[in-house]
């Protein structure tokens, strides 16, 4: 069973707004870097290889980096959920990859892939805003 | 591309997912090790289980 932290374990709430801003986007861009910057090295290393291979898998399954269309609503929410893996994305459209090949078997596959690494790594920036506001511990017990 | 064995895709995707979720959800590795490795037999057996359940159905 996992012990809660107490008030004293917790990591002091980041103050400037500034620091909070540099966490966020450093964590979108780079999945993980928001964690190693606190400290947190274990779940940095963790997101800092899963999440781009998970991206890169998607890719190569022949998945496909939608564009951002307002006329068609699911394409448009795909589109964010793609953006959502930070430099992954912007290098992989700077190698025009991700142009997706409809009539490949694993298209679909390729397509969760590519979205499911974005929307997770949604979720690693706000786990990184969270320890930042000081509400998880800095480092886990077994780090301190 | 040449995979095209929906299982080991499956399970490679579930695989990705649990480890995230595992390192969100627990701090202590023991906790971690063990939520990941429920996770991802949960994602299995579902997608096994359903895979039967709707074997018989036509296209």
């Not at chain 2, 064995?5 to 997912?17: E, Q, R, T």
């Not at chain 2, 959800?25 to 359903?50: C, H, N, P, S, W």
Request: glycine share 10%.
């Amino acid at each position: 069973m996992a012990s809660k932290s107490t008030a004293a374990e917790r990591a002091p709430a980041a103050a400037e707004p500034g620091r909070l801003a540099l966490v966020c986007i450093l964590s979108w861009l780079v999945p993980g870097a928001g964690h190693l910057l606190q400290g947190r090295r274990d779940k940095g290393l963790v997101f800092l290889i899963a999440l781009p291979l998970m991206f890169a898998v998607g890719l190569w399954l022949d998945g496909r980096l939608f564009p951002l269309e307002w006329s068609d609503p699911l394409v448009f929410l795909g589109a964010i959920a793609n953006r959502g893996i930070g430099a992954p994305y912007i290098l992989a459209r700077l190698m025009e990859a991700g142009a997706g090949t409809v009539t490949a078997v694993s298209y679909e596959y390729g397509n969760t892939f590519l979205m499911t690494a974005g929307l997770l790594n949604f979720l690693v920036v706000l786990d990184a805003f969270d320890i930042a506001m000081g509400r998880k511990p800095a480092k886990p017990a077994a780090q301190r | 591309m040449t995979t095209t064995s929906h299982f080991l895709l499956m399970v490679l995707y579930a695989f990705f997912v649990s480890l995230v979720f595992a390192m969100l959800l627990r701090d202590d590795r023991r906790e971690q090790l063990k939520t990941g490795a429920m996770m991802l037999g949960g994602f299995i057996a579902v997608a096994y289980v359903m895979g039967w359940l709707i074997y018989p159905f036509p296209l």
